[in-house]
Structure formats: structure tokens, C-alpha cells
């Protein structure tokens, strides 16, 4: 555990009635704590979990395209509406870590062939030995999750790494990141939809979908209960869903 907390510099916010103070999570947040090395953030789409994320990985000083602090690359919309309104506190401070955003990682896939392109003796060493645009994109999640994650002390910020996971990779990820964070050299923060993802056992959850950002037990998550409803009675829960179409 290295990230202990984030705070909102209350005092820095004059706007309330623009981007990012106008989604209702994000308006009510003034602090959260990490408690767990595995934190998850859930919510409905757009309330506010990519927003807070990013707002982390740009105090981490990683690149907002995915990757850590040494990818420095551009790409568009790379800039943190949130992060110059925070603080984070760190016990210890590590600089090292990765910020994965599945919607732009073919541009990180992008940046690492232009570095083999620079340097002969780069060899993707860190995500499978090829480029990741020669594997399949669950692939290359996977093998930047073998390879890349781990070693030293080290933060991950994952926006949605279940967007290129099969259920059976989801798992696969799910015995990564337990071997790393039993090593305790790995602190992950993960904005998440998967409910395989969020039974890791343990793991904190805080919820966007009030004015607040509040914590909530894995039974209590959206993700669990339509999921098990969803598979305990398929053809009720899909009867009930269709009733009344016309
Ligand atoms: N630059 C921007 N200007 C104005 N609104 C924005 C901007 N960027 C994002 N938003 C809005 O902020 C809200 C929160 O977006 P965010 O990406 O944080 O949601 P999310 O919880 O990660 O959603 P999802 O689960 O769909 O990924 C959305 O309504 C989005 O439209």
C-alpha cells in the first residue's frame, strides 16, 4: 500500500458549474482512502470513475494515453479535468506504475513500435518480446500485465481492463494481481464494470452512483446482483426484461 489518500483542494475549486464539478459524484467528493491494495471504483456509465482515475494518474505524473512516467508521447485529450484539484498522500511515495486505459491503448501499442523503431536493441522486452500490435488485444492486456506489472514498488491504474478479457483471462488477470499484491510491492486502482473482476477477495469498493463517492460491499454492487439474477433465472429475468415491448 503507497497511495494512502486523495483530497480535493477545496480552496482551488472557483467553478462548481463546469466540467468535472457538474457530474454529481465528482461535486460531493472531498476525500477518499485507500485502505486495501486493491481498490475498485463502479458506477453507472459516466459517473464519474475514468474522471477520478485520470485525476490519479496525473498526479502520479504518468502519461494520461496509458503507460507510466518514462512513455512520453501525445495523444488527443490527454489532459486531466480533475487533477490539478487534488492532492494525494503516499506512504511511501512511489513513482513507478502504469495507467492502462483500454480505450487508447492501441495508441500506447503505437508509441512502444516507434521506440523499436528509434532503437534497435528495444525488443518489447516488458510486454512479450513483440509488438502489441501483433496480438490480439486481450493478448497484449495480458502480456503487459506478465511482464510489465511488478518488480518493484508500483502503482496500477486500470480503466477497465476487462474491455479486451474473456472471462477466462479476467481469471488469469485475477492470479496476476493476487500473486502481486501478496508480493506487497503492487497497489491497484480499478475502474471496473466486470463482476469477476470485483470478487477479488478483500478488495475495497467505492460506488459513484450517489452524490458522494461511498464505499459498498461486493453484494451490494449492480454488477453482482443483475449478474446473479441474470444467471440463477435466464429466461425469467429475460421474460420480465421484454414484457411489454410493443
Ligand atoms: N471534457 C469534458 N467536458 C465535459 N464533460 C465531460 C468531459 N469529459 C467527460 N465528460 C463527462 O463527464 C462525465 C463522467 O465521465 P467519465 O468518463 O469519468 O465516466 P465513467 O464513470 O468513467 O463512465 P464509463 O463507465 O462509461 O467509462 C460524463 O458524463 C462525460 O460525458
Not at 497511495?3 to 477545496?10: A, C, F, N, P, V
Not at 452512483?209 to 464505499?215: M, Q, Y
Request: charged letters at 20%; one cysteine or more; proline letters at 4%.
Amino acid at each position: 500500500m503507497f497511495l494512502r489518500s486523495m483530497t480535493l483542494l477545496k480552496e482551488k475549486v472557483t467553478d462548481r458549474q463546469s466540467h468535472p464539478f457538474t457530474i454529481p459524484a465528482i461535486r460531493g467528493f472531498e476525500r477518499l482512502d485507500f485502505k486495501h491494495p486493491v481498490t475498485f471504483f463502479v458506477g453507472e456509465n459516466g459517473s464519474g470513475k475514468s474522471t477520478l482515475l485520470e485525476a490519479i494518474a496525473d498526479q502520479c505524473g504518468f502519461n494520461l494515453g496509458g503507460g507510466g512516467r518514462n512513455n512520453v508521447y501525445d495523444v488527443d485529450a490527454s489532459q486531466s479535468a480533475l487533477g490539478n484539484f487534488i492532492r494525494l498522500s503516499w506512504l511511501p511515495r512511489v513513482t513507478q506504475g502504469f495507467f492502462l486505459r483500454a480505450e487508447s491503448f492501441y495508441h500506447f501499442a503505437s508509441h512502444l513500435d516507434q521506440l523499436a523503431r528509434e532503437d534497435p536493441t528495444f525488443r518489447y522486452q516488458a510486454y512479450g518480446g513483440k509488438s502489441l500490435h501483433q496480438q490480439s488485444h486481450g493478448e497484449s492486456f495480458l502480456s503487459l500485465f506478465i511482464n510489465r506489472f511488478g518488480g518493484g514498488k508500483g502503482i496500477y491504474l486500470l480503466d477497465e481492463p476487462e474491455a479486451a478479457l474473456s472471462p477466462a483471462r479476467q481469471l488469469a488477470f485475477l492470479r496476476i494481481m493476487h500473486g502481486l499484491v501478496k508480493g506487497g510491492k503492487s497497489q491497484f486502482i480499478i475502474a471496473t464494470h466486470s463482476p469477476i473482476l470485483l470478487g477479488f477477495p478483500g478488495a475495497h469498493i467505492y460506488s459513484f452512483d450517489s452524490s458522494a463517492v461511498e464505499r459498498i460491499s461486493y453484494e451490494e454492487t449492480e454488477h453482482y446482483q443483475i449478474t446473479k439474477s441474470f444467471l440463477n433465472r435466464t429466461d425469467k429475468f429475460l421474460e420480465d426484461l421484454f414484457r411489454d415491448e410493443e
